[in-house]
């Protein structure tokens, strides 16, 4: 009777033991957990400077940081700095996120901290400045993120100075034979009968060239 009785209690825990195993392999394996630094995995697309957005005589200035970031978790911050020569003589006015945080640092380096980066996204920064000076510079940047890593160490490049830059092309004769020989005619007399001489004379060599010009050409046609 006691066996009997004993029956349905074990045939439950063998059952429960049966189905350990199996549940414990059916379950579903532990989500992986991203170990990387976010920070790393930043990366600066472009970095510029406009001048003279509003018109010629404008004196704000856009410092424009672009980054971009792979990972799979967002940046806690983003630092912008630049270089003392620039910090002197532009004064910071707003930017794009906003700032938590403006400052100078010891060493002369401006620098701003803001927001961090979406995970898997590009992220603009826009910087303005007042401008306390006509000429244009055209700033060195370090961009840091979270605080600590070094994204990129930048020069902020403006477009307008692109352009104005001579080609190799457009220098050809400044460096070339002809510009001897240019430098050779400045000094032309400044008072008005010289200058009338030295026009007589040009002319009368162009003159000559052209006879003996037409001269050849008649020689060869006959």
Not at 69 to 78: G, I, V, Y
């Amino acid at each position: 009777m006691r066996l009997r009785r004993r029956l349905p209690a074990l045939s439950l825990a063998l059952m429960l033991v049966g189905c350990a195993p199996v549940s414990a392999a059916t379950a579903p394996p532990a989500p992986l957990v991203d170990t990387a630094n976010p920070a790393e995995l930043v990366r600066l697309r472009s970095a510029s400077i406009e001048y003279y957005q509003a018109g010629p005589v404008d004196p704000v200035v856009e410092v424009r940081v672009i980054l971009d970031s792979t990972a799979k978790r967002h940046t806690d911050s983003t630092t912008i700095l630049w270089d003392p020569t620039f910090a002197e003589r532009f004064v910071f006015l707003r930017s794009e996120p906003a700032p938590w945080r403006v400052r100078v640092d010891e060493s002369g380096w401006g620098a701003l901290d803001t927001s961090g980066i979406i995970p898997g996204n590009f992220a603009t920064f826009r910087l303005f400045f007042a401008a306390g000076t006509y000429e244009a510079l055209e700033p060195q940047l370090r961009i840091v993120a979270n605080g600590t890593t070094t994204i990129a160490d930048a020069l902020a490049s403006a477009p307008h100075l692109k352009w104005q830059r001579p080609t190799p092309e457009q220098q050809a004769f400044e460096r070339g034979p002809l510009a001897s020989v240019a430098a050779m005619a400045g000094p032309m007399p400044s008072r008005g009968r010289p200058t009338f001489l030295v026009g007589v004379l040009l002319g009368a060599l162009l003159l000559g060239v052209s006879l003996a010009g037409w001269l050849t050409a008649f020689r060869v046609a006959r």
